[in-house]
């Protein structure tokens, strides 16, 4: 092993100094929800547990598994149907370009960027109208919806690498829309939906907006529940971490093992919010 | 032969269309749709859960800016929105470019260290604000730290202090608009200067900058609709803790980006600085820190538009009843979702929205047409 050089000595220092910082309301999570109830005292909070204690996962687990499993519900179906929508329109948007479609495209895009706010009552009044209010089926139509313009503009960009040109011999060779979609540009599309289910998937996961108005407390998502624990005065705050550490899981999970494309999905001009 | 290629490039036209048609309704209903009709339930007077459309025009707006409405609770919003969105921006915008070029000195561990900057972008708002509402509570969390190295506490009230610096007087919306007005036209106008093609439009800025500056000669704050009340406003302390909290989820997105745009940048043209005589620091100041300006402002635009519709952060946070942090987006939900107030609800929607198209349509329309170009 090679000394470091002098000279990034300052550098590394200040590179740990921010890890430490970022690292730190981990720590506090796992240590507090790894703590028994007498031993969550406001004094003691940086203090390591004194022995391995999951009564607070436990107790956050049995409060939290409903919505875990609503949040499941909602999120699996809704990542796949909009990334499969995204992925047919990016195709249209970007090898079958019709008049109008240039202009279709950031009209299209500015639904991304709108505060959910200003569509809110409008969509409480229609999911009451067709009978979805507080369903599970309804907040994901919710999420597909609104998820079209994120999942169409990165499949736009990532076809519009694909040379033009094998549409052409597709097409030259007989094969018509649909034909060129499903042999030629979907058998190439994996990198595409990996970078896409990813996005949906933790944006949909860690949604609150949304459900919170939109549900019911059966159809409730984790992430409204991790609220309401956290919002209840009585609730201990070794539940209270051991349910932030819990909702926060599936999409650290997702991150840690496939963060490159994660990192993708973010550059490719995404935006959380 | 010829009338099949006729058939085909015929449906050709068509099917890319009818593909992408049940997309197209579903944006053009739920978002243009949907905004047109909160658009019309703010012009409306529905309060209360029964709907009811009697048209009262710009009242509720007006109520908003320069009426009694929960007590100005809007015009508060106003405030603690902008100087959060400068400060969010500003250490966002400072940390990750701060870290990108720490990283960008050929480190070890630059995998590691960029996983650990960029891990809060992957958790929920939501669990950002649980978590930080504990380390912020004020006799504990960060304020003990320094116990730790036996120091005393600090005593820091954080999200809850309920005080308020800087202040100065809500002098109505219009000397605002009309001021903000004259900055834009003002930079319009330097802008136009400094392009010899374009200098003979300078004019047009420079008379809408002189009009403003006569309106506010002539009296024109005196007599524009002001609240009935001189009301104090300022800066909220408490809105340090929100930025801390959404600067540690959001900084590694600005890093993330500062660090594409430095690997960018080719060798050779920082190594034809060196060659020239120019040091570590000028050749960040003169070289690779104007090449990465365009990413600054991409960085501006999505941080800025999350901030102005920030909302699930402080709600976990701090509730939805504390004034020192308190968000337009917050006031939307309360008023709509707790009382019942439809109208007012929709217009401050509407008033969000236009803050965000403010910032997003030219962005869009730039990087459209950019493209377009290429």
Redesign the interface.
Known sequence: MTA?KRS?VP??A??IF??V?????VY??LV?GLKSFDEVT??R??HLPQGLHFDGFAEAFQHLWPNLRNSLLLTIPATIISSM?GS??G???SK?K?PGS?I????????M???????????V??MQGVGLYGSIAGLALVHI??G??IT?LIFRNYYAEIPTEMVEAARVDGA???GIYWHVLFPLSLPGFVVVVIWQF?NI?????FGV?LTSPDSQPI??A??NL??SQIVE?NV??A??LL??LP??L???FL?RY??RG??AGS??? | MARSRAARSRIERIVPILMITPSVIAIAVFVYGFIGWTVYVSMTNWRGLAPSFQFVGLETYNQLFVGIFDLGRFRTDLVNNVFFTILFLGTCIVVGLLLAILLDQGIRGEGIFRTIYLFPMALSFVVTGVVWRWLFAPSSGINILPTLIGLEPLNFQWYIDNTKILTFYWPGLAPILVGLGMIVALGIGISLWSNQARRKYVPIPALAFLAGLIWFLAGGPQNSPNVPIPEEHGFHPALIAVVIAASWQLSGYTMAMYLAGLRGIPEELREAARVDGASEWQVYRHVVLPLLRPITLSAMIVLGHISLKIFDLVFTMAGDANMPTDMPGIYMFRSTFVGSEFARGAAIAVVMLIMVAVVIVPYLVYSTRREAEL
């Open positions: 470091v990034k550098i590394y200040v590179l921010f890890a910082i970022y690292l730190m309301p506090v999570m507090t406001l004094p909070m940086w929508l047919l329109n195709y249209v948007l079958w019709f240039d279709l495209f950031p009209l299209m895009l500015f639904g960027f709108i505060p959910y706010q200003s569509i809110l009552i409008p969509l009044q229609f919806v609104y079209i313009p169409t018509n829309i649909m933790t996961w860690n949604e609150f907006l108005t992430t409204v991790l609220q956290a919002g705050w209270q971490m349910g932030a909702t926060a999409t650290l997702v991150y840690i963060g994660f990192i973010l550059l935006v959380k919010g």
